[in-house]
């Protein structure tokens, strides 16, 4: 009985770094979570002198994780094609600022945030064809060796190593590291710019060529498309300002790095993410859509008493 409660507490460990990896190779919490329990679901299918032979409990689920992700980000390349404007992955909350009370709210608690997790990044990884994205994400980021991988996408490790090189094509060459301090310098005054309704100092503070962009997934308003310029985003983000009052701006940790929480009512509305480079705000995105703010709803009002609890010290 010791050692079979011992396999079964080893095997619900490995949930953790599963979610890592469902979330880096699909940017969406509820699908991560939907693949990790089809993971599950198939190894406790398996007759149980099935599961005796295999050596590593953890390695066989990581590998089953990631083909389900393969086939998901198959079929949601077709999904995303009839998404009503722009999509963005699920924005996550940071840490020390989630609360409880949701089951998302819960799993986005398991992620590790690092650069891996960082909008900027997830959205690089959305450019890669799904073997691409498999490949380089289980290699460069959680150092999977190509004979592992190969397991998942059923080619030969030399190919994976192929698949992987031309994915990291893809991404950027990385500009030189902005310091912590800075970017949220820069952050906090967009948002002191924003409540003041201040264009000038907006665009003194959004580089020139900044881009922003919105998923409100067709339920909420958002632009379609990509606000080029921030000449024409500053008097955007105005415009938004005029149209909701009573909505309130938090500075929280999104996706590891320093965003933005629009509040109204006690309820998170919008949470944007930042890319900072020479002290101005290169890139915005803003993720509107509900379904996709659902881990930050049961902290809203927690966001908010601790907000108030900041102004109340002398």
Known sequence: MGAARAGIEGIAGERGQ??????????????????????????????RSRRDEIVS??????????????????SARVRRERYVGAWLPDPLPGPGGRGQGSDLADLADRIVQDESVTMAFLI?????????????????????PFAEIAEVLG????????????????????????????????VR??????????????????????????????????????????TRIAPYMVAIADRAPGL???????????GLVALRDGAVVTVASFDVAEGRVVRIWVVRNPEKLQPWAAIGAA?????????DVP
């Open 18 to 47: 599963l979610i890592n990896v469902a979330y880096r190779l699909l940017g969406s919490l509820a699908e991560s979570e939907d693949a990790v329990q089809e993971a599950y679901a198939r190894w406790y299918a398996l007759p």
């Open 57 to 74: 409990p953890g390695a066989w689920l990581t590998t089953v994780t990631g083909r389900i992700c393969l086939d998901v980000l198959g």
């Open 189 to 230: 005054r967009v948002k002191e710019a924003w409540q003041n309704k201040d264009i000038a100092a907006l665009v003194d503070l959004l580089d020139p060529a900044a881009v922003m962009t919105a998923d409100g997934g067709g339920l909420v308003g958002a632009a379609l498309r990509p606000i080029e310029g921030g």
């Open 124 to 144: 690089v990884l959305e450019t890669m064809t799904p073997a691409e994205r498999v490949s380089f994400v289980l290699h460069d980021v959680f150092r999977y």
């Open 155 to 186: 080619r030969t490790p030399a190919a994976c190593k192929q698949l992987a090189a031309s994915a990291r094509r893809r991404v950027p060459d990385a500009p030189a590291p902005v310091p912590a301090d800075v970017r949220s310098d820069a």
């Open 248 to 258: 309130e701006l938090l500075e929280r940790t999104v996706n590891g790095a320093p």
């Open 303 to 311: 966001l908010g008493a601790a907000e108030e609890e900041v102004r």
